[in-house]
């Protein structure tokens, strides 16, 4: 039976991507300390065939028997998480990638590592394609996500060329979709919440920023095809639909029926003023290209949540 190890699996990509492996036949084992993840996104698959295993990958790791895939994904992930938690960030992206990559290396496994857009920083080129070695700030507050991610890329390909392992590297942009904390700060589950609540909805600076958002199921399905193929350097997966915060903000509402406000905050320090994806690559190399537009991807995303809706005012 293939066997798959996918670190920071009870966190909101990770749980989606267990789903995906049980589905798919594997064995697969969680790790993960419950940091930001929880315990309740993989409630639904405690069953033969899944482990789960408390563990902070900063440590070593040991696994008894074979591992065929090692999917990479531990590290806080949302702005206010590792605003909070620096020096572990950069330690999860170092020694933890050290960790995942030993374990893969020593079962001979193929390794994926989720990597991100934030490695292009706040860039200068539009899409961004792999090509772009990006603008970042290294010691801004988000240095500390920025850099591990860009350390843990140089550490993966410094394992495949000098250790032949088989290493994939996925460059995931902004993605969405339930098991999201609704507290987990990024805009999507906080514009839902809020608009849910008929709360103001916290629009940082102008909302002139842009992101383009990548229903999960979408992303689940390029990292699937991507530690199959052939191809060791970074790959983009994203939607290359681009809007700016405040149409963002604007989607919700309506969308929600919220009587909602647009409230404006001071924009973070280095918050990028743009971004979208050039996925020719991804296109051509694995033939994927995301299905699910935003609207119907907050649909899903909103029937989903966890969250309880406010009950209606009483007549
Ligand atoms: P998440 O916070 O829901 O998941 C991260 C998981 O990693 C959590 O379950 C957490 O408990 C676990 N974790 C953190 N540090 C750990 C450690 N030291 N040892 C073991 N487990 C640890 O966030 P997510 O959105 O699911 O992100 C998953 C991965 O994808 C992260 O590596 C993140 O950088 C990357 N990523 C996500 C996005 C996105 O839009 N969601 C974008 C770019 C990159
Ligand atoms: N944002 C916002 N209000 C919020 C949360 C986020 O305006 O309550 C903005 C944030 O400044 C950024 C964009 O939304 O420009 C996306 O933020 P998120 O944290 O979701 O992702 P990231 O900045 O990591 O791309």
Redesign the pocket.
């Known amino acids: 039976m293939t066997t798959s190890l996918v ?8 749980s989606h991507l267990c789903d995906r492996l049980l589905a798919e036949g594997h064995r697969v084992i969680c ?7 929880t315990l309740e996104n993989i409630e639904h698959i405690r069953q033969p065939g899944f482990e789960f295993v408390q ?4 440590g070593h790791l040991e696994v008894a028997g074979p591992v065929d895939y090692v999917f990479h ?6 702005p206010i ?1 590792y605003l909070r938690l620096p020096l ?1 960030t950069l330690k ?1 992206g170092s020694y ?1 990638t050290h960790n995942a990559l030993g374990l893969a290396k020593a079962k001979r496994a193929r390794f994926m590592l ?5 490695v292009y920083g706040d860039p200068q080129q539009h899409p961004q394609s792999e090509e772009y070695w990006g603008h970042v700030n290294p010691i801004g507050p988000r240095g500390v996500y920025d850099e591990a ?1 860009r350390y843990a890329e140089a550490l993966t390909m410094a394992y495949h060329r000098q250790q032949g392992v088989d290493t994939h590297i996925v460059r ?5 979709g339930p098991r999201m ?1 609704p507290h ?1 700060g990024r805009a999507i589950p906080t514009f839902l919440r809020q608009a849910l609540a008929d709360k103001p909805i916290t629009v940082f600076g102008e909302g002139a920023q842009t992101r383009s958002f990548c229903f999960v199921s979408d992303l689940i399905e390029g990292f699937w095809r991507l530690i199959r193929c052939n191809h060791h350097e970074p790959v983009n997966i994203g939607n290359p639909g681009e809007f700016t915060i405040l149409e963002l903000a604007e989607v919700i509402i309506r969308l929600t029926g919220s009587r909602s406000e647009i409230v404006n905050d001071a924009l973070p320090q280095d918050d990028p003023a743009q971004r979208r994806p050039d996925i020719s690559l991804a296109r051509r190399l694995l033939d994927w290209s995301p299905t699910v537009e935003l609207e119907e991807g907050l649909r899903l995303t909103l029937e989903g949540m966890r969250f309880a809706v406010p009950p209606a005012p009483a007549p």
């Not at 790790?31 to 993840?37: A, E, I, M, P, R």
């Not at 989720?114 to 934030?118: P, Q, R």
């Not at 995931?172 to 969405?176: A, L, R, V």
Request: glycine content about 14%.
């Open positions: 670190t920071g699996g009870a966190g909101f990509l990770g790790v993960d300390n419950l940091d930001t993840g563990h902070d990958m900063i994904l531990a590290s806080p992930a949302s998480d572990h999860v933890g989720a990597s991100t857009s934030e991610k995931i942009f902004n993605t969405y904390r987990d």
